[in-house]
Structures are given as structure tokens and as C-alpha cells.
């Protein structure tokens, strides 16, 4: 089955890098998106990368994949106030009728202190 | 190109009511799935359609249905409500054809049962 774990809170000082992790379990997955939330907001998807890249880098997000340990991480540089929000990490299947579908983990919320 | 429009943006009801959500896709999105979001449980899959199909569904009783129009614009209705349906409902699109199609999000409709 499917499942999405991520750590609930993390706090940085501004200008500092911002790392959130993820585990996922299913090794079929596809996709394996971040999605940023800010507070009365829906969710705001800030990058993805596919099963089959270690690395993917935008501007100051960095995605890196362990495909071995089923794990994701999102680097933050330069973590501005900004960026305070939550972020989802969020894993695609493909459905028996050939659809996706996507599972999100909880949300860790990030804080980012002046 | 105009985002996922999710009307209204806040709902009051009491229990026993049911009440109606609607979201517009981005134009050309063939598919709408719709979440809950609870602080407690994170997002929860309700439903996803495709082309006025429901194509997948998540684990919610009957009184959460759903539909599609030919304009690819989707409601989702809950009966009956109760104090625990008490959340942020969000919509989301995607073209619905491919295996990497993120969901774009609209800003949610906050419903609060009382």
C-alpha cells in the first residue's frame, strides 16, 4: 500500500537552508511532488521530479531522491520569511484504469524566524 | 490562463443541512478531484472525475457525492452534515491524460458545521 510520512514542524533562522523530508513506501511510484500551503491558501505546487532522477535543482529548490531508501527531501537556500508555510510532499500511482493517483503526506509546517 | 475558481469561499451550516461546492478547472483541464483537509488527518481523497465520469474514489460515506458537468466544472455535495465534516475542501485539476499532470490547486472552501 501506499503511505506518506513526513515530520510534522520544523523551524529555521532566516538566511539559513530549510531541508524536509519524506518517506514514501510504494517503489511504483511515478511523480513525487512538493506542494506549498500558506495559511487560508490552497496548495501551490512548487516542483516536482520523476522516479527515475536522483537530483533536480530550481533556483533555490533542490530535490533530491533516493530511490533505494524511498526518500525525498526539499532544500530550501536562503530561507527568507516568506517561505514560512506548509509543505506537502505528495507521491503519483498509476491506477488500474491508467489514471494517477496522488497521495499526500501530512504537511510539515515550516517557520522561519527573522 | 485563469486558476481553479472554488465558490464560495466560506460556508456556515448546522447539522442535519447539506450544502453544495462548486470549483471550475483551468481551461482545457479535463479532470477535478476533490480533498478534505483537516488539521487532525491531513488531505483526504473524496473523488476524482474525468471527462463527467467518476473515475476514483476515496474512502467517505455515501452522504459525499459528487458530479461533473460537460464543461468540465464539478460540485461536490454533502448531506445530512455533521460537526466532523468541518473542514477545507479543495479542488483540484489536472488534464487528466498523462502520468505527470500535477494537481493544481484552488483556495478551498471553508466549511464550518455547527
Known amino acids: 500500500g501506499e503511505d506518506v510520512e513526513q515530520s510534522l514542524f520544523l523551524s529555521v533562522r532566516e538566511g539559513d537552508s530549510s531541508v524536509i523530508n519524506c518517506t514514501y513506501t510504494?517503489?511504483?511510484?511515478?511523480?513525487l511532488y512538493w506542494y506549498k500551503q500558506e495559511p487560508g491558501a490552497g496548495l501551490q505546487l512548487l516542483t516536482y521530479?520523476?522516479?527515475?532522477?536522483d537530483m533536480k535543482q530550481d533556483q533555490r529548490l533542490t530535490v533530491l531522491l533516493n530511490k533505494k531508501d524511498k526518500h525525498l527531501s526539499l532544500r530550501i537556500a536562503d530561507t527568507q520569511t516568506g517561505d514560512s508555510a506548509i509543505y506537502f510532499c505528495a507521491e503519483t500511482l498509476v491506477g488500474s484504469g491508467g489514471y494517477q493517483k496522488v497521495t499526500f503526506g501530512i504537511g510539515t509546517k515550516l517557520q522561519v524566524i527573522p | 490562463k485563469a486558476g481553479v475558481t472554488q465558490t464560495p469561499r466560506y460556508l456556515i451550516k448546522t447539522r442535519g443541512q447539506q450544502v453544495t461546492l462548486s470549483c471550475s478547472p483551468i481551461?482545457?483541464?479535463?479532470?477535478v478531484s476533490w480533498y478534505q483537509q483537516t488539521p487532525g488527518q491531513g488531505l483526504q481523497f473524496l473523488f476524482e472525475?474525468?471527462?463527467?465520469?467518476?473515475?476514483n474514489k476515496g474512502n467517505f460515506p455515501g452522504r459525499f457525492s459528487g458530479r461533473q458537468f460537460s464543461n468540465s466544472r464539478s460540485e461536490m455535495n454533502v448531506s445530512t452534515l455533521e460537526l466532523g465534516d468541518s473542514a477545507l475542501y479543495l479542488c483540484?485539476?489536472?488534464?487528466?491524460?498523462?502520468?505527470?499532470?500535477?494537481?493544481?490547486f484552488g483556495n478551498g472552501t471553508r466549511l464550518t458545521v455547527t
Open positions: 483540484a485539476s489536472t488534464q487528466g491524460v498523462s502520468y505527470n499532470s500535477p494537481l493544481h
Open positions: 510504494d517503489s511504483s511510484s511515478t511523480y
Open positions: 481551461s482545457g483541464h479535463r479532470s
Open positions: 472525475y474525468f471527462s463527467e465520469t467518476q473515475r
Open positions: 521530479i520523476f522516479s527515475n532522477m
